[in-house]
């Protein structure tokens, strides 16, 4: 459980600037993340839990300085550092202050009383750096999808039992991030201004909580729903979490086929 609530606290913002090299690791004779950096870090913490860093331990975590963390990180031969990695730090250090204030990963997991929604919501409270919003038109839209996809996985670990028997991960979306968009693009879900496809194209960035940035996160979550209402006829009970992994792991398959993903610097996705 602590290994995926530490993944989690750095699951974000992996792709590297144009011209520099993707980060990966190596993990005894395997290279691990290079088609993928989040199966990198995952099996670097999993590495290093492996040699006695204690990552269950909220002092160790709220201590770790970012040193520590980069030899956690440290990318293979070739490879380059992970960016935002002060970031990172931040999310590790507000992960071991949650652990300390309930009493470890499990105690943090228990709180929720059985929400996937609730564990949500409070992992963006005691870890500000997972909350996710964003304003659109003088409304506010609150995507979580860090916090969303974390409980999702502690429900998925458990096979819905135990510490995952969640009984509302139905009540989830998809998760807005960078690779939905593309698939949903192929597919005709998703059309896109030309101009600014023409930018996402070029590599342009969007900014952060621009009205392009979070139009696409809103458009992805809107056609996630309609296609999952699509499929049920033909899936009965599918849910969110079903078609986000679909959608996401054809985007990871298939990148080199898509058109570019929307490039924005943020520890939201």
Known sequence: MAWLLVYNAVNFCYWPDRGRSRWWVRIGDRAVGQDDEALGVMAAFGAAMDAG???WDGARLAAMTLDELAGILAPAPGAEPLPLMPERLVGIREMGRA?????GAL????????SAIRLARLLARVSPSW??????????????KRAQLCAAMIHGRFAGRGPGAFGDVDKLTVFADYRLPQVLRAIG???LDPGLAARIERGEELVEGSVEEVE????????GERLRQALLPQMPGLTALQVDHLLWRTGVQLQDELPPFHRCRTTAY
């Open 216 to 223: 696409i996160r809103a458009v992805t979550v809107h056609a």
């Open 53 to 55: 860093e204690a990552l």
């Open 189 to 191: 879900m998703m059309q």
């Open 99 to 103: 652990f300390q204030e309930h009493g």
């Open 131 to 144: 909350e996710d919003a964003r304003v659109l038109r003088g409304e506010r839209v609150r995507f979580l």
């Open 107 to 114: 105690g943090l997991i228990e709180a929720a009383c059985g």
